[in-house]
């Protein structure tokens, strides 16, 4: 093979990579300079000459002509008797210039020239897709699912550039296949052993404040801020706004006319709940807001060990804790505070609706009950557990764990 079209020849590197010919002139004169000191010891006196119109590539190699006794360094010196037979007009003194041409290279040299380039393209990749990516930490970005794994997905930018979504990262009932569009924010880029790692998210707050600043301009030109975000992912979230001008209501703006602008992201996060409330630096009606839907009677706030007992109606207990505990478990990392739920005193001899405890009693349990006439928790405790064994179709060991969960709201 001769330097002739040599950039050519390379070209399954040029057209797999995201480089242009311009760069791609640039490393092979750098792996060539490397191959020459290898061979040489020295690249100085060498030429390289990349013509990009044509993508071919010259190496001249530059001697001086020296007495054919004084020749004392061969890669910077020529014999004159060797020098006339390139041109018989040289003399003493003179620069010989000679082209270097690929089959004056072994056949290990030209394998290691082709692995260099390699590993040289592969490093300028590298480099550029760190680099685009160093930068865009918390953006959101939009790609293709190639690759679907039990623990990460692996999706592919617009440049072909290898992203990962973790498991971890992952809406629990996210579900893709390969070819879908995903949509994620970069959560970290890291270099490990060379090569760029991208992490995607689709659980962390910062994804939901961005999906708000896209679908509500209000958010994205600063009209209104977002105070705070907590999630649990593809359950529920609770978005703290606030704004600077008394004529824009967040809320309202947020969630927008009949939930138009809440509902976009609502979908793209699997049906996630998410309550939007009014930010105040009042800490009772915060966490009061906090809690919604519930409705508070009243508030006990302990600051200095960061608690907040609070009181509820009956009926307004469950709502307060929310299915799974996941309302009152992020009013609490919303506000910052430890929040603890009770009864009203007034209300505490009073019956409960048994449809109160849904949030810890199966609903198919409690179906079972109202089906024999016990709709509250008194109806229930009444009955002895052998009695409510004999009139359902539930077990012993579910009547007494049922029996235990209700006493537990009258002691």
């Not at 959560?187 to 060379?194: D, H, I, S």
């Not at 301009?217 to 209104?224: A, K, M, N, Q, S």
């Not at 009061?288 to 508070?296: D, G």
């Not at 009203?344 to 009073?350: L, N, P, S």
Request: charged share 35%.
């Amino acid at each position: 093979m001769n330097t002739v079209n040599l950039v050519e020849s390379f070209s399954e590197f040029k057209e797999f990579k995201n480089i242009n010919r311009q760069v791609m002139m640039q490393i092979l004169e750098e792996v060539f300079r490397s191959v020459l000191f290898k061979k040489y010891n020295d690249n100085d006196n060498f030429d390289i000459i990349v013509n990009v119109e044509k993508g071919d590539l010259e190496i001249w190699r530059y001697r001086e002509v020296v007495a054919d006794d004084a020749v004392e360094d061969e890669n910077i010196q020529i014999a004159y008797s060797e020098a006339i037979k390139i041109e018989p007009d040289f003399e003493i003194g003179e620069e010989v210039s000679e082209e270097v041409k690929l089959s004056d290279f072994g056949r290990r040299e030209v394998l290691a020239i082709r692995q260099n380039l390699a590993a040289k393209i592969q490093e300028f990749e590298n480099d550029n897709e760190f680099k685009k990516y160093k930068d865009r930490v918390g953006e959101i970005i939009t790609g293709e699912v190639y690759q679907v794994w039990k623990k990460e997905i692996f999706v592919l930018d617009d440049d072909g550039i290898e992203l990962i979504l973790p498991k971890s990262e992952q809406i629990p009932s996210d579900y893709y296949r390969k070819g879908d569009t995903i949509k994620a924010i970069v959560l970290k880029v890291e270099m490990r052993n060379g090569t760029p790692v991208i992490i995607l998210s689709r659980t962390s707050p910062v994804f939901l404040e961005r999906l708000f600043e896209s679908e509500v301009p209000e958010v994205f030109d600063g009209l209104i801020t977002i105070k705070n975000i907590v999630r649990e992912p593809g359950e529920r979230a609770k978005v703290a706004v606030e704004s600077y001008d008394d004529r824009i209501d967040p809320v309202g703006a947020c969630v927008g006319m009949k939930g138009s602008r809440i509902h976009g992201i609502v979908r793209e996060l699997r049906n996630e709940n998410i309550d939007v409330i009014n930010y105040t630096p009042n800490l009772q009606l915060y966490i009061q807001r906090a809690l919604s839907p519930a409705r508070i009677t009243s508030i006990e706030v302990h600051e200095d060990s960061k608690k907040a007992n609070v009181y509820l109606k009956p009926d307004q207990v469950s709502m307060a804790i929310g299915k799974g505990g996941f309302n009152i478990k992020l009013a609490g990392r919303l506000t910052g505070y430890e929040i603890d739920v009770y009864r009203d005193t007034d209300e505490d001899m009073e019956d409960v609706d048994i449809q109160e405890f849904s949030d810890e009693i199966d609903q198919w349990i409690i179906d079972e009950l109202k089906s024999m006439g016990c709709d509250t928790a008194r109806s229930v405790l009444d009955l002895k557990v052998e009695e409510l064994v004999k009139r359902t179709d539930l077990e012993e060991e579910t009547i007494k764990e049922v029996v235990r969960i209700l006493r537990a709201e009258f002691e």
